[in-house]
T-cell receptor, first 114, second 114 residues
Framework: AQKITQTQPGMFVQEKEAVTLDCTYD???????LFWYKQPSSGEMIFLIY??????QNATEGRYSLNFQKARKSANLVISASQLGDSAMYFC???????????FGTGTRLKVLA | SQTIHQWPATLVQPVGSPLSLECTVE??????LYWYRQAAGRGLQLLFY??????ISSEVPQNLSASRPQDRQFILSSKKLLLSDSGFYLC?????????????FGPGTRLTVT
């Protein structure tokens, strides 16, 4: 069965530093999509970045990049130059072909320190 | 552009009372619609999803039900609320079966059952 694992319940990072949030996944399908979402204290879920299983390069979106290691089944989110506004919950998610469902991890709470 | 609305934003209901949460999407046709529940500080639990009018798939057996009376309207209901129904309810939409397409979330409804 498909599964997403986020092993870091909470993380701290100093402002302007980079931080890596871990995500591992389990699937037997060679085709899948991986997503990261940010959830601030307001509760809204904000889409950050997408990585396809067949993409040759790691995805990047501004200060967000995805460290995709297919053989290890990991898709870690890297946030560079952290800002106070980056303090939030971060969720990793996966979607497989032929299904309408998205599988979410349990999330990592990031706190950026001034 | 696409917009997703949810209401009410906050709700306090006594145990045993009925529930109706509404979600509507603008700017897209035939979306896939989803209801998630999030307990405080926890991950997302998929409750229902719908790929068309009148088509509802239930993921978790419980005292909740969902309906899709119109293409872009998704309703979450309960005849008698339980204390365990408290949480943050998120509606989301996506399109087709393309694994690269992310979900977009509404602002959420915070439900407290007393």
């Amino acid at each position: 069965a498909q599964k997403i694992t986020q092993t870091q319940p909470g993380m701290f990072v100093q402002e302007k530093e980079a931080v890596t949030l871990d995500c591992t996944y389990d699937t037997s399908d060679p085709s899948y999509g991986l997503f990261w979402y940010k959830q601030p204290s307001s509760g809204e879920m904000i889409f950050l970045i997408y990585q396809g299983s067949y993409d040759q390069q790691n995805a990047t979106e501004g200060r967000y990049s995805l460290n995709f290691q297919k053989a290890r089944k990991s898709a870690n989110l890297v946030i560079s130059a952290s800002q106070l506004g980056d303090s939030a919950m971060y969720f990793c998610a996966m979607r497989e072909p032929g299904t309408y469902k998205y599988i979410f991890g349990t999330g990592t709470r990031l706190k950026v320190l001034a | 552009s696409q917009t997703i609305h949810q209401w009410p934003a906050t709700l306090v209901q006594p145990v045993g009372s009925p529930l109706s949460l509404e979600c509507t999407v603008e700017g897209t046709s035939n979306p896939n619609l989803y209801w998630y529940r999030q307990a405080a500080g926890r991950g997302l639990q998929l409750l229902f999803y719908s790929v068309g009018i009148g088509q509802i798939s239930s993921e978790v057996p419980q005292n909740l039900s969902a309906s899709r009376p119109q293409d872009r309207q998704f309703i979450l209901s309960s005849k008698k609320l339980l204390l365990s129904d408290s949480g943050f309810y998120l509606c989301a939409w996506s399109v087709n079966l393309d694994i690269s397409y992310e979900q977009y979330f509404g602002p959420g409804t915070r439900l407290t059952v007393t």
